[in-house]
């Protein structure tokens, strides 16, 4: 079975327009697919208005219980639903879900190591036949950043990990690519200049451009992802804008390209 992992983030969430637009491309989408988002500008902004203030370490979130139930209700409730709702008015029949929905997602407790990030989880397993199932049904799983520890506990789970830990697992079956849609064009080599995209990328690439500070803050959690999902037998990652995940789709080059099987060409 061929499977893409779409995921999306408050560049999309955020505005009611963009998201309508998005969700009529993604409903356009070929094949079998999954879509994975968070939504933490939104749980801040919520967060605040009922005295919640964010804590953000290196662009982690720190999660409290009063910010557990912050994020719960944003990501697994308000945006998740949101999502639900508007692809069932595209004819796309979609089921919401956490980590602990069909136990989709188990994670543990992230251990203090010089930071104490409270309730956030760090992956440990995906439920394959539970896609499986899904997909074969013609179910599609819009899945949200809450996973859980099969002893009760809900944890507050990076998004873009996710997305990546999905992919990963489901490519041991399935031929998976990894779509990640963001603010910016795809990799830049200057951020304040969209037409300098890095159209492909390796590793040494990475990690060079990585050390000149040319890439940096969120964008390397992401491609930390990106290049872990590939040596985990994922056939190929994409980062961009979310209005070209079809050009994406039909192998037009647009936003940044991460393929397997390229590696050696660089």
């Known amino acids: 079975m061929k499977i893409s992992i779409i995921k999306i983030g408050g560049n999309v969430i955020d505005f009611p327009e963009k998201l309508d637009e998005f969700l009529k491309l993604f409903s356009k989408f070929p094949g ?19 005295g919640v203030m964010p804590e953000m370490v290196d662009g982690r979130r720190i999660t409290d219980k009063d910010t557990l139930d912050v994020v719960t209700m944003v990501y697994a409730g308000l945006i998740n639903k949101q999502i639900v709702a508007k692809l069932q008015a595209l004819k796309v029949n979609s089921i919401g879900m956490t980590g602990a929905d069909g136990n989709l997602i188990r994670s543990i407790k992230r251990p203090v190591k010089g930071i104490d990030y409270g309730f956030v989880g760090d992956i440990k397993e995906v439920n394959n036949k539970l896609i499986d199932h899904l997909l074969k049904g013609d179910l599609l799983p819009v899945v949200n950043a809450i996973t859980h520890d099969q002893k009760g506990q809900l944890l507050n789970t990076n998004a873009d990990s996710i997305a990546s830990a999905l992919a990963t697992s489901l490519a041991k079956e399935h031929q998976v690519n990894l779509y990640f849609c963001f603010n910016k064009s795809g990799v830049l080599i200057d951020e304040k200049n969209e037409n300098s995209i ?27 992802n990106a290049f872990e999902a590939l040596m985990k037998g994922v056939n190929h990652v994409w980062i961009g804008k979310a209005e070209n995940l079809l050009l994406a789709a039909k192998g037009k080059l647009s936003g940044t390209t991460i393929e397997r099987h390229r590696y050696d060409l660089y």
């Open 198 to 224: 890095i159209p492909l990328i390796n590793e040494d690439i990475y990690q060079e451009l990585k050390k000149e500070n040319v890439i940096h803050s969120g964008m390397i959690p992401k491609l930390d």
């Open 32 to 50: 079998h697919k999954i879509l994975v988002h968070g939504g933490g500008i939104m749980a801040s902004r919520f967060g605040e208005s009922l």
